[in-house]
């Protein structure tokens, strides 16, 4: 019995990946999670000066994104309010707690780095970030959550 208690116990550890208030397991990875159709929920500026590239993309008096992450590691940004689309693709560190996103409009390329703080089936939470080392993250800029709506 208490070896069944101690197994219980170190898989329900560690299966949580963020610290998030939602589910503490899950059987489908961080990859299969983040596929599909998000929506924002909510954005908020946390930085002092905002980068001049992230603004572009969210700077908008009517603000509307969608993202859609595919299988094939690809991702469409659609900023709904503007009219501008960006496309490019997406990765997650070793430890799947950071994404980043390689996007380009007709423009510009740009390279976002998101600190993932939940990630649900249908809600994705994340502080963007403008510096990234690999190991150390430089002077958040943004709040982001996204619902999933397909």
Known sequence: MRNTLLILSILLLGCTKYPQDG?????????????GVWEDVRIDEVGEEP??????????????????FLNNKT???LNIGDNIIYEGDWLFNEDNSIL??????????INIYWKIIELELDDLQCYQFREYNG????DYSYFLRFEKIN
């Open 51 to 68: 980068d001049t590239h992230i603004s572009e993309l969210l700077g908008s008096n009517n603000l509307q994104l969608e993202l859609e």
């Open 100 to 109: 980043q996103l390689n996007v380009s409009d007709s423009l510009n390329t």
């Open 135 to 138: 190991e150390d993250i430089y």
């Open 23 to 35: 589910s503490l397991f899950h059987f489908r990875s961080p990859e299969k999670r983040i596929l």
């Open 75 to 77: 991702i469409t940004i």
